[in-house]
DNA sequence: ATATTTGCAAATAATTTGCAGTCGA
DNA sequence: TCGACTGCAAATTATTTGCAAATAT
């Protein structure tokens, strides 16, 4: 997606594309990583100096609210966001601390006690060790 | 589960059945709703007019590190337990902010993209509206 | 008596808020 | 110009840490 295709992204979902929200929601586009606010503001910093921490929060609060990200709490005391908002589960290892996104059938899953509820969105989390992590016992972060 | 057996459940996992120890699990394992550390405090400090917040983090610390506590992180800024670490959803609803269990077959979804991956722990969480939000429209909390 | 548990207060970290300055149509 | 966007600093909230006092074996 290029900068003009994420603005009017924007633009269709009644938030005004200015400089900071169009790096924002680029930035989260392109990395494939779930960055947390810290890692955002320390990466776009670099491009756009003035930028604050302040915008950052706001920007993706802006854009949780209209649906444009997911947040994803896999972890306490992380908040991590995603720009993929098709149904996907993550996978967090436990020792290289990556987290992987992976696709499920969730159509299939058989629910039982949610009979009447209006389910609006469904998050999975799993947690372990990556392949990687299993296979050589690597120690790089 | 009465206090002796809560006492053999926190021995059998090498922590020291203690006082506070037994009554945090009790209140864990008794009440139904998936509480956060203040709502642990504060209600327990009514029978324990000596407890401290630093006590019930240390508690929840050690029994999450032993595995008799699962931390849920349904929403972002909570972190809520639960003493039931059979697998099962959690549901949110978003109106009335509860918390509600439910049975899911989770050895029928089909996963793809964590092949040779170690899963050790899964987590399934829906958001939504409850089937009494959805009906009387109810604005008690 | 000796090790463990507890509790206070201070430290840290993440996030929110208030408000003033800036930018763009 | 006007309203929206941004950024600093202060405030708030959750959690962790250091250490001394209390407790238990």
Redesign the pocket.
């Known amino acids: 997606m290029d900068k003009n295709s994420i603005s009017s992204h924007l633009t269709e979902n009644n938030?005004?594309p200015?400089?900071?929200?169009i790096k924002i929601m680029e930035y989260l586009l392109h990395k494939k990583n779930h960055p947390?606010?810290?890692e955002i503001y320390t990466e776009l910093v670099k491009d756009?100096p003035?930028?604050?921490?302040?915008?950052v929060?706001?920007?993706l609060?802006l854009f949780n609210d209209a649906g444009l990200v997911k947040v994803i709490t896999i972890e306490?005391?992380e908040?991590r966001f995603d720009a993929d908002t098709s149904e996907h589960g993550h996978f967090k290892c436990e020792k290289c601390k990556k987290i992987y996104d992976f696709n499920i059938e969730i159509e299939g899953i058989k629910v039982i006690g949610l009979e009447n509820f209006k389910i609006r969105q469904k998050d999975i989390f799993f947690k372990g060790l990556c392949a990687k992590c299993i296979n050589h016992i690597n120690s790089d972060n």
């Open positions: 938030i005004k200015s400089y900071a929200r947390n606010v810290d756009i003035t930028l604050s921490k302040t915008t929060y706001n920007t609060n306490e005391n908040v």
